[in-house]
């Protein structure tokens, strides 16, 4: 265990739907970061928290928001769900803000849309 | 712009034999850090190994080493004696002092048959 928390695991919806992801970060961290897992894009990042505030943004698309919780947890809202936002989402989670940081990942929130 | 490539998609080996997973880098930042993450069947990411710009000294810890060159941007990782647990695929990621995100490669694809 990561001490990474999300939800949920596997997640099943249509096209043109809204779903929420939710990510606990690691006890004692501060940075939330979300990523996008899918066989044609690999690895890909989509935004950053700091303490509640926005502080990296990557190819995140505009029907995707997210933010992050005064608890520190944080959750990415997808809307208009098409067949290509699905993928595996994984949230990770860092002590400070530094490129140094070693990133904590959690299990992931699998989403297929249908 | 941060890019990492890893040009090996697959390999496969018996087990007790060595894997070497090539990784080349971009950066245009001169304090950089480079990672080593593993994403095993089940799915987790599991950070295996960083090394910041300054330091090129290779290690080893275990069955794993490493091999960073600034002077060809690459950071190759090794399994020494690989056995089946280690089946999974191998991220080489990168991130800059100031960029909060960590940017990885396409990952590699290591099957160990027993």
């Known amino acids: 265990d990561s001490g990474v928390t999300q939800t949920p695991k596997h997640l099943i919806t249509a096209t043109g739907q809204r779903v929420t992801l939710r990510c606990s970060p690691r006890?004692?961290?501060?940075?939330v970061y979300w990523y996008q897992q899918s066989l044609d894009q690999g690895l890909q990042f989509l935004i950053q928290y700091y303490n509640g505030e926005e502080r990296a943004k990557g190819n995140i698309l505009e029907r995707f928001s997210a933010q992050q919780f005064p608890d520190l947890h944080s959750e990415l809202n997808l809307s208009s769900l098409e067949l290509g936002d699905s993928a595996l989402y994984f949230c990770?989670?860092?002590?400070?803000?530094?490129?140094?940081?070693?990133?904590?990942f959690g299990a992931g929130s699998r989403l297929t849309v249908l | 712009a941060q890019k990492v490539t890893q040009a090996q998609t697959e390999i496969s080996v018996v087990e007790k034999e060595d894997v070497t997973l090539d990784c080349v880098y971009e950066?245009?930042?001169?304090?950089?850090?480079l990672f080593w993450y593993k994403q095993p069947p089940s799915g987790e990411l599991v950070f295996l190994i960083r090394?910041?710009?300054?330091?090129?000294q290779n290690e080893i810890s275990g069955r794993y080493s490493w091999n960073f060159q600034k002077s060809t941007s690459s950071f190759n990782f090794t399994i020494t004696a690989s056995q089946v647990v280690d089946s999974a695929v191998y991220f080489c990621a990168l991130s800059g002092m100031g960029d909060y995100k960590l940017s990885f490669g396409a990952g590699t694809t290591v099957t160990v048959r027993a």
């Open positions: 006890s004692g961290d501060l940075s």
């Open positions: 090394r910041n710009s300054f330091d090129e």
């Open positions: 990770a989670s860092s002590v400070a803000l530094s490129g140094a940081n070693v990133l904590t």
């Open positions: 950066t245009r930042d001169t304090t950089y850090y």
